[in-house]
């Protein structure tokens, strides 16, 4: 049985604000805690209410159905049953082990060991090697250098993340996207009825140079009631490196041209965040059609680019 309801008491969980943390934050692996140092608080603490070692705090913390760590706000049924926020959602205000209806009791008591506790950053397995009192802790994971990146293919909602190199052979190999080496470039786009603009009309090219790899985009949709064409380019690394790099655009036709530079962004910017910034180069339909030559049946864009470091 968790912690009895001497150290615990009911209290309306709209009245207790827990700074910018949100319920999917609010666990964290069991790995972490074993790997963790205690603060002489806890210590002192676990002695004072019976807690013999570390493997004990581990079982009281512990949420019965995800398994992970329990962190504020920590909930309990009135027979004293604890569970974390995240799953008291998920199991419909029924304890999952007696079945009584949950209520909005909190466990004060353990939620001062939990906010007690220095913890590793999550991502320390990937390099991350800082230790945090838990909220610091949450702050900084979601901005920690050393977490995963998302896949940056655009062309379906892929939920694979990972390290570059990683992510780099799950394009070639997944999504069969085109790799192709080199700071030059000249992407091809040709499209029938072009009367036609839909959101899935998009290509992604990967370029590796200078070490490194990019992304570039090349995709026709609804700017508002306007059909487009945008090409952008994104950096396969974090923004700090990504400002690095500067690069330029440009698309034209019948003694036209169309031209863009700018930095890459970085794909912790998602592929929708950057499209909908319109930090790109934008081809509306009318000046598209007229650089392929005015026909209004078939779509030639060549767009060529360059990618430069800055010293």
């Known amino acids: 049985m968790s912690l009895g309801g001497g150290f615990c008491k009911e209290m309306i969980e709209s009245h207790v604000t827990y700074g910018d943390c949100d319920a999917s934050s609010a666990t964290t692996s069991n790995l972490e805690l074993r790997n963790s140092?205690?603060?002489?608080?806890?210590?002192?603490?676990?002695?004072?209410?019976?807690?013999?070692?570390?493997?004990?705090?581990?079982e009281l913390l512990e949420c019965p159905v995800c398994m992970n760590l329990m962190y504020p706000p920590i909930h309990q049924c009135p027979s004293?049953?604890?569970l974390c926020s995240s799953c008291k959602a998920r199991v419909h205000n029924c304890c999952p082990t007696c079945r009584q209806e949950l209520g909005n009791i909190r466990c004060l008591a353990l939620e001062k060991v939990a906010e007690s506790l220095d913890l590793p950053c999550r991502y320390q397995l990937l390099g991350c090697n800082d230790i945090f009192p838990y909220y610091s802790k949450l702050k900084h994971e979601k901005n920690c250098k050393h977490r995963p990146f998302s896949c940056p293919y655009a062309g379906a909602e892929c939920s694979v993340t990972g390290d570059i190199p990683f992510l780099v052979m799950h394009l070639r190999d997944d999504h069969k996207v085109d790799m192709h080496d080199g700071s030059t470039f000249n992407h091809r786009y040709v499209k029938s009825n072009p009367q036609e603009i839909e959101n899935a009309t998009w290509?992604?090219?990967?370029?590796?140079?200078?070490?490194?790899?990019f992304c570039l985009h090349f995709e026709a949709f609804q700017l508002g009631m306007a059909p487009v064409y945008m090409a952008f380019l994104r950096f396969m690394g974090d923004d700090d490196e990504a400002k690095q790099f500067t690069y330029s655009l440009e698309v034209g036709g019948n003694g036209r041209r169309l031209m863009w530079q700018g930095i890459p962004r970085s794909i912790r910017d998602s592929h929708r965040k950057v499209r909908d910034s319109q930090d790109g180069l934008i081809i509306q339909r009318n000046l598209a059609l007229f650089f392929s030559g005015g026909s209004r049946q078939e779509?030639?864009?060549?767009v060529a680019g360059r990618i430069w470091k800055e010293n």
């Open 299 to 302: 779509l030639k864009l060549k």
């Open 37 to 58: 140092p205690f603060k002489k608080g806890v210590l002192t603490l676990s002695e004072n209410i019976g807690i013999a070692s570390n493997n004990d705090v581990h």
């Open 203 to 213: 290509m992604l090219t990967v370029f590796n140079c200078f070490g490194r790899q």
């Open 80 to 82: 004293g049953h604890t």
